[in-house]
């Protein structure tokens, strides 16, 4: 399988670095996350790590932790940065 049919390429930040390439999945059990490569979209799903997670997410510190994060991805610089890098070009007209 080619790998554009698995995701499509974007610019995604690191804290403290320049923004690099990520991979968003485009089909899969990992549909719509971002990734490092694209192998990993249909890695198997560890399924005891996921139920610890979801446990850890029904806690309350952890709903407020992501309504800061949501703030914080949408306003800070590198976000911005990253936004502006992923818009699509423009094609230039033919007349």
């Avoid at 968003?24 to 560890?46: D, F, L, M, W």
């Avoid at 399924?47 to 800070?76: D, E, H, M, P, W």
Wanted: with cysteine; glycine share 6%.
């Amino acid at each position: 399988m080619i790998v554009f049919e698995i995701t499509s390429r974007a610019y995604q930040r690191k804290p403290g670095k320049s923004p690099s390439f990520k991979f968003r999945c485009t089909s899969g059990p990992r549909k719509g996350q971002v990734r490092a490569s694209p192998a990993s979209c249909n890695a198997p799903i560890n399924i005891k790590a996921k139920n610890t997670l979801s446990q850890t997410r029904r806690g309350s510190k952890a709903s407020i932790a992501k309504a800061k994060t949501t703030i914080t991805k949408r306003s800070s610089a590198g976000a911005r940065r990253v936004a502006s890098l992923n818009k699509p070009r423009k094609r230039s007209r033919k007349i």
